[in-house]
Each structure stands twice: as structure tokens, then as C-alpha cells.
T-cell receptor, first 113, second 107 residues
Framework: DGGITQSPKYLFRKEGQNVTLSCEQN?????MYWYRQDPGQGLRLIYY???????QKGDIAEGYSVSREKKESFPLTVTSAQKNPTAFYLC????????????FGEGSRLTVL | GQSLEQPSEVTAVEGAIVQINCTYQ??????LSWYQQHDGGAPTFLSY????GLEETGRFSSFLSRSDSYGYLLLQELQMKDSASYFC????????FGKGTRLHILP
């Protein structure tokens, strides 16, 4: 099946620990995105990448880091510098041009204890 | 800066028609999209407008006025399964979302 795979689906971490969320796609789309969603809130852009080996900060990049070494993969690291990391994280991919439709993974729910 | 404004909640009756508005202020603009998200799930794409006018897809229609930086999503023949959050999103060199509109449907 073609799509976006995020893992883990649920993750618990202690304060002060870094954690990496995985996002893999087999849609062959160039662009990939990470969003954060808090309860009752919209999707806020963390980082996005239009092409391999290149990425840009979104509106709330502080405390997060990404890499884009392969077209298929766009992992997100939530660092200890992120003050309030408990949230629902969504990864998506899209192709340039056309409608720009975002194809989303099922999300990763991170809880900091 | 960039911002998208949409109502936080809308309530309608099953079988009726509802319109969800979105106004945007962005530095660039390629098009306006709409997404649906059920509780606990991921957003799914509904429609896209790059040019002024109305786009119809089954019970859902979306409208855009670029000169007014305004669009709306129209849902007809509402069904209980349409109870969800609806997000508008603007595409320029990236894709930015509004805060979402929670649609409540009464039987």
C-alpha cells in the first residue's frame, strides 16, 4: 500500500530526554512536512522539506530538529529544549504543483511525564 | 505574518446546509485547500481552489475569491458522519493551516 508511515503511534518520555519520531513514505513525493497539533487546535508547522538534503523551519521550529537524507524519510527529533512537547505530531507528504494535496500519516502522540 | 481565520465552531441540523468561512492573510498564495479531521484521526483532503469560483465535489463545494482573500466550504445534505473538524489551508512555498472549525450536527 502506498502511504505515509509514522512510528511510534504512542510514545512516553521523561523530561530532559530527546525522542525521535519516524516518518517514511513510499509515494515518491518530493516534499515532506511535520505539524504539531494540540487539543482543539489547528496544525502548526514545525519543519518542511521540499527536496532531499534541504529543509526549512516552520512557525514553531524551536526545540525540534529534522534531517532529510533520503527522499523516503523525514525523521523529527523532539529535543529537551522543547518546553511543552506533549502533543499529537503529524507527518505529511506532497508533490510540487497540482493541488498540493497533503497525504498524512496516522500521527504520533507524544506524552512527556 | 501569515494568518488564517475561521470560526471555531458551527452547529447545524442533519440534512441541512452549512457554510464554513475562511479568510487569509499570507505573503504568497497558490491556492486554498480544505481538510476534514475526525477525532483521533489524521486530516484528509477535501478540495482545492487555485482560481476564483466554485468547485463542486459531491455534497461538498468550495469557493474562492482571491481579491477578497476569502473562501468557504459548503456542505450539503448533512449527515451525522460529517461531524468533524474542518481546516482551511493556504499553499505558497509551504502549507499553513487555520485553527479549524468544529462542526456539530444535531439529529
Amino acid at each position: 500500500d502506498g502511504g505515509i508511515t509514522q512510528s511510534p503511534k504512542y510514545l512516553f518520555r521523561k523530561e530532559g530526554q530527546n525522542v525521535t519520531l519516524s516518518c517514511e513514505q513510499n509515494l515518491n513525493h518530493d516534499a515532506m512536512y511535520w505539524y504539531r497539533q494540540d487539543p482543539g487546535q489547528g496544525l502548526r508547522l514545525i519543519y518542511y522539506s521540499q527536496i532531499v538534503n534541504d529543509f526549512q523551519k516552520g512557525d514553531i521550529a524551536e526545540g525540534y530538529s529534522v534531517s532529510r537524507e533520503k527522499k523516503e524519510s523525514f525523521p523529527l527529533t523532539v529535543t529537551s529544549a522543547q518546553k511543552n512537547p506533549t502533543a499529537f505530531y503529524l507527518c505529511a507528504a506532497t508533490y510540487p504543483g497540482g493541488t498540493g494535496e497533503l497525504f498524512f500519516g496516522e500521527g504520533s502522540r507524544l506524552t512527556v511525564l | 505574518g501569515q494568518s488564517l481565520e475561521q470560526p471555531s465552531e458551527v452547529t447545524a441540523v442533519e440534512g441541512a446546509i452549512v457554510q464554513i468561512n475562511c479568510t487569509y492573510q499570507t505573503s504568497g498564495f497558490y491556492g486554498l485547500s480544505w481538510y476534514q479531521q475526525h477525532d483521533g484521526g489524521a486530516p484528509t483532503f477535501l478540495s482545492y481552489n487555485a482560481l476564483d469560483g466554485l468547485e463542486e465535489t459531491g455534497r461538498f463545494s468550495s469557493f474562492l475569491s482571491r481579491s477578497d482573500s476569502y473562501g468557504y466550504l459548503l456542505l450539503q445534505e448533512l449527515q451525522m458522519k460529517d461531524s468533524a473538524s474542518y481546516f482551511c489551508a493556504v499553499r505558497d512555498d509551504k502549507i499553513i493551516f487555520g485553527k479549524g472549525t468544529r462542526l456539530h450536527i444535531l439529529p
